[in-house]
């Protein structure tokens, strides 16, 4: 089932995520609508809270996508990233580790149309648990180590805007209260076939 995406300014985002406690039947089934819903929308991740539900669990798939997806730019996986089995789904996810630095000019499907370069970790080891309570580890760099931060971040009530300058966020918050999303009729057009700027950019 396809949920609806919250965006900005929705106070849900703005929450802070609860542990997932029972690894049952319900949280397979959001897992399994997360991931149809990340699909739909051309996304690369989606954490819970983005669809309304304030528990501690992202879906993430940074794969390359064939000649019509938008990821042709993004071909290359690096060898940690290559090694993880994707769809990925994390669990009360915790990064036990980050070293290095590297940025990215990142989107999100919860503030439509807006990139700007963050920072992050270049390489993250980060803890989970999958859908039958099992802990794991996940250790990678590039790409997907971004989305993982970005997704980890959802489930703080944070959103990539916070990362940016004072100024620079700000005037992204104020600018999206004021104008609402304009892109919306561009996605619109893209998904009946017709190519806009935006398409081959990243949303996590």
């Known amino acids: 089932m396809i949920m609806k995406i919250l965006t900005f300014p929705d106070p849900k ?10 690894f049952g039947p319900e949280i397979k089934k959001l897992s399994e609508d997360m991931i149809e819903t990340m699909y739909d ?3 690369i991740g989606l954490a819970a809270p983005q669809v309304g539900e304030l528990v501690r669990m992202v879906v993430i798939d940074t794969r390359p ?10 071909e290359e996986m690096t060898e940690l990233e290559a090694a993880v089995k994707q769809p990925l789904i994390l669990i ?6 980050g070293e290095g ?21 270049n390489y993250i080891e980060m803890k989970a648990f999958d859908l039958n309570g099992k ?26 805007v916070d990362h940016l300058s004072f100024i620079k966020g700000n005037k992204i918050k104020n600018q999206i209260k004021k104008f ?11 998904k009946a076939g017709s190519k806009t700027a935006d ?6």
Do not use: W
Not at 92 to 97: D, Q
Not at 199 to 204: A, F, G, L, R
């Open 13 to 22: 985002l703005r929450e802070v995520s609860k542990p997932v406690e029972a």
């Open 101 to 121: 630095k590297t940025t990215f000019d990142e989107g999100c499907l919860s503030i439509p149309g807006y990139y700007e370069t963050v920072q992050r970790f």
């Open 65 to 74: 996508k064939d000649e019509k997806g938008r990821r042709y730019k993004y």
């Open 199 to 204: 398409e081959e950019k990243i949303e996590v």
């Open 135 to 160: 802990e794991f580890i996940v250790k990678t760099d590039g790409l997907l180590a971004i989305c993982m931060q970005h997704e980890l971040d959802h489930l703080e009530g944070t959103l990539f």
């Open 92 to 97: 009360n996810p915790e990064i036990v580790k």
């Open 41 to 43: 929308a051309n996304g």
């Open 180 to 190: 609402g999303y304009p892109v919306k009729e561009e996605k619109e057009k893209a």
